[in-house]
């Protein structure tokens, strides 16, 4: 009996699921609405030098570039299953749509936080 | 067993709730059709007795499965106001004044009436083998397989399954597609894999690795929510697509394979 | 014996038909947005690694009031998100005994839930509330 394809997809949905839910929030709440209105001081918090300084460190870039694949594999594994129940057939182009810019999210994280 | 007082309800007398029971008969209609029922009714009255007057009374042929009358059987598994139910663990009280829709099982074809063709369960559980694997050839001189009670709490709830079907109704990964094993036989599945007594997890786990295992489960977690025997099939498959997952892991390690 | 003629039922619209699966779906529904805020988010690094001039303007992106509007949304999601991924997980383990008795589904969600204000508030002391 063929073994299914899915665990390394749901090991990242797993993943992504666990830190989006630890700090999803808290990290949308931050750059999102508290640096653009300047709440709590996070407005200092995420200036260029700032930002630019937090991205050069090792630790830095591997912690931007976890958020965003991660997140997006969750939601891209997510996303598929939804579709199925949805009532739309799951197939390659499907699979591409879905796991593919996840893919391309990563790679593009990665390349442009090297180039930081 | 419970202490009931002599008491029936705060209701003893007759009361009359519409029953609408979506009606097919293969021979005759081409679609289901609902036909409505007044059924008279005591509060002590569960809805498969609101049935049998019906048949008694009312249309002898509304066909309907039953057995045991206190949801051990697991024959009378129906939609009940959309929810699906055991027909002898369920009240007509609760549902007055109505009107109450039954319905055949959801996600089975239906056979007649009120009774599905249930064989794609029926065909699929030799193939989880529902038995005890001894690993070792075992003599009745050695005397009884001991358990400790920690070991029997490992698979005990599991064990509770009568194979009503409500969660094949609940699970809308299984009407999608039901090459999808489903809740019900992946937890009598996972029952024999945590009984210590059991050595065939590895041929059963196959089955768990495949897209037909747990791997069509989407969590949905309406299986555990209906079991009337609180088996918790949602814990079963999820638990093994943990399992599953890990046992994936493995073998990416040199010299496993 | 009359013919068998097993009648399928369609399963259109089959998660409007009950509240249960109305909230599975709004679960599930959370990874768009999870993946929106990523998107945000990849921007944003792309804008960093062009420099000065183009992070300034993901910035002051951020700073309209339709992003601020789009991620109070995604506030609100994400908070969902957390409550329904922590209420899920307790199916995802085996029996968790601690002293003898079997650690009950609520107590991990409670834990979990923990966690992620644990987290949270961490998040929030190491980038909020530092005047410079």
Request: a positive charge.
């Amino acid at each position: 009996m063929k073994r299914s394809t899915q665990p390394p997809f749901w090991l990242l949905f797993g993943a992504g699921g666990m830190l989006s839910a630890l700090v999803g929030a808290m990290l949308v709440f931050l750059t999102g609405i508290a640096a653009p209105l300047g709440l709590f001081g996070a407005g200092t918090a995420f200036t260029y030098e700032r930002a630019a300084a937090f991205a050069h460190q090792p630790l830095g870039k591997l912690a931007v570039a976890a958020v965003i694949a991660l997140f997006l594999w969750h939601g891209a594994h997510r996303i598929y299953h939804t579709l199925h129940d949805f009532g739309v057939r799951l197939n390659a182009f499907t699979w591409l749509a879905c796991y593919g810019v996840a893919l391309a999210g990563t790679i593009t994280a990665a390349v442009a936080l090297a180039v930081v | 067993m419970h202490a009931r007082s002599n008491k029936v309800s705060s209701t003893p007398e007759t009361r009359t709730i519409a029953v609408e029971v979506l009606r097919y008969q293969p021979g005759d209609a081409t679609t289901p059709y609902v036909e409505r029922f007044d059924v008279p009714f005591t509060d002590d009255m569960s809805v498969l007795q609101g049935l049998q007057h019906i048949k008694d009374r009312l249309d002898g042929s509304l066909t309907f499965r039953w057995s045991c009358r206190m949801a051990i059987c697991g024959s009378c598994g129906m939609m009940i106001d959309g929810v699906p139910r055991l027909a002898c663990h369920t009240f007509l009280r609760d549902f007055w004044p109505g009107p109450l829709r039954v319905e055949a099982l959801a996600h089975f074809p239906i056979e007649r009436d009120l009774v599905v063709d249930a064989s794609d369960f029926i065909d699929k559980l030799p193939r989880i083998k529902p038995w005890l694997e001894p690993g070792v050839p075992l003599r009745v001189r050695a005397g009884e397989h001991l358990q400790t009670p920690a070991q029997l709490a490992r698979y005990e709830s599991f064990s509770h399954c009568i194979n009503c079907l409500l969660c094949y109704a609940a699970c809308p990964q299984y009407g999608l597609d039901n090459s999808f094993l489903g809740p019900g036989l992946t937890a009598l599945l996972h029952r024999y894999n945590s009984d210590s007594r059991d050595a065939a997890r590895a041929e059963r786990m196959e089955l768990v690795d495949s897209e037909e295992g747990v791997w069509g489960c989407t969590a949905v977690g309406y299986c555990s929510e209906v079991c009337p025997k609180h088996v918790d099939p949602a814990n079963a498959v999820n638990q093994n697509k943990t399992a599953s997952a890990l046992s994936w892991l493995v073998r990416l390690l040199p010299g496993r394979a | 014996m009359a013919a068998r003629r097993p009648y399928v039922r369609p399963m259109d619209g089959w998660w409007r038909r009950d509240r249960f699966f109305l909230k599975y779906m709004a679960r599930e529904l959370t990874a768009f947005f999870v993946v929106a805020y990523a998107l945000v988010l990849l921007a944003g690094v792309i804008r960093l690694s062009q420099g000065r001039g183009a992070f300034e303007g993901w910035l002051d992106g951020l700073r309209s009031g339709w992003s601020v509007a789009l991620h109070l949304v995604l506030l609100a999601v994400f908070l969902f998100h957390t409550y329904s991924w922590f209420s899920i997980m307790p199916k995802t383990m085996p029996p968790l005994v601690v002293s003898g008795h079997r650690v009950p589904a609520w107590a991990i969600t409670a834990a979990g839930l923990a966690c992620a204000g644990v987290a949270s508030i961490a998040l929030f002391l190491a980038f909020a509330g530092r005047p410079r």
